[in-house]
């Protein structure tokens, strides 16, 4: 741990950050690290974007591109990964080519306990042979996929309730053990006057038959009054563990029921408070995670914002832009194909 005013190495920070956060990229903006086609050959586009890795973080406010290479008999599966490289010290992203077949699977991501590398799956790109241009359908976004990437989240994200269950079935043995050591101790003790009764029996037989008539009477009205008593002796020891039983399985029950209940407030309360919370972020994440209608609305903003600063350059500077043509009628363009454009006087007052 950090020493007063000791310098530390930053395996001591990324410690702290893989605590704290998991892995993944941030899930706003929606577009963090996005892996899109670039509209032109095999080239895709990484969109700027800030991801972590076992507590080391990537970031780039630029867009990169990126040319793949073409199968040439089977299609492939390639990876764009975002790698923690302890060796170079660093977080890059790559691409990890996959391997040509009938049936192609994406290359294996290196994630080991422990290693030099760990690697994340930020996108993966189906190509077929012979393959000239790269489309959105190609790319199968994995950023949301918690198995592959996942979202940075913060380290308790739920509340784990199993104590409370392990509360509940806790109280329910301790009822079972304490019932069947009663009945143990009921039953022993029901076995034992049994067996003095039954002891007792034998021996006044064994005497009967050695006394006269009278004797015999003398021991039945004996046996008889014996009996009672014991019969006495044993309804009331059996109502006294009745009660007793009644008294603690009430006791068990009451108590049962007020931790019941305080566990029902508690969640309940927990619900309250949270279950609001919850709803508006999964919307907010829902509504993030609705690419295509997103991209659409984006996409009439910028254009809509491109109208507007034409119009107020119109305004201000009484020109506008045309595309610049030849006597033939034909556009003159650059390079790439776009006709090129000059300012053009809207009245005469301006040339």
């Not at 929606?30 to 700027?48: M, V």
């Not at 006495?232 to 029921?257: P, R, V, W």
């Amino acid at each position: 741990m950090p020493i007063f005013d000791r310098a530390e190495l930053s395996d001591l920070f990324a410690l702290l950050f893989a605590s704290l956060v998991s892995d993944g990229v941030l899930a706003l903006p929606n577009t963090c690290f996005k892996i899109q086609a670039a509209g032109n050959g095999l080239n895709i586009e990484r969109l700027p974007g800030f991801g972590m890795v076992k507590g080391h973080f990537c970031y780039d406010d630029e867009s990169d591109t990126i040319t793949l290479t073409a199968p040439q008999s089977y299609n492939r599966i390639d990876r764009v990964i975002m790698r923690l490289n302890l060796l170079d010290r660093m977080v890059e992203i790559i691409v990890k080519q996959g391997e040509e077949a009938a049936k192609p699977q994406p290359p294996e991501l290196i994630r080991p306990s422990a290693g030099d590398y760990f690697e994340l799956c930020l996108a993966e790109i189906t190509l077929t042979p012979k393959q000239t241009t790269i489309t959105q359908s190609s790319i199968n976004d994995t950023r949301a996929n918690s198995a592959l990437c996942g979202f940075i989240t913060q380290l308790i994200d739920h509340l784990d309730t199993a104590v409370f269950f392990d509360q509940l079935n806790a109280f329910y043995q301790e009822f079972v053990d304490k019932s069947n050591a009663s009945y143990d101790q009921f039953e022993q003790m029901a076995k034992a006057a049994y067996e003095k009764f039954d002891a007792d029996i034998t021996l006044y037989i064994s005497t009967l038959k050695k006394d006269s008539t009278d004797a015999y009477n003398n021991l039945i009205s004996t046996m008889n009054a014996f009996y009672q008593d014991l019969s006495t002796q044993g309804k009331t020891l059996f109502d006294k563990y009745s009660a007793e039983i009644a008294a603690y399985a009430a006791q068990l029950q009451e108590q049962g029921q007020k931790d019941v209940l305080a566990i029902i407030q508690e969640l309940t309360q927990f619900k309250t408070v949270n279950e609001a919370e919850f709803l508006a972020w999964f919307e907010h994440i829902r509504g993030q995670l609705e690419e295509d209608p997103a991209g659409k609305l984006q996409l009439q903003l910028d254009q809509a914002n491109a109208q507007i600063g034409d119009l107020e350059s119109m305004l201000f500077t009484g020109m506008v832009r045309v595309k610049l043509n030849t006597d033939q009628g034909n556009y003159i363009t650059d390079s790439l194909g776009k006709p090129l454009l000059i300012g053009w006087p809207i009245c005469k007052c301006n040339k």
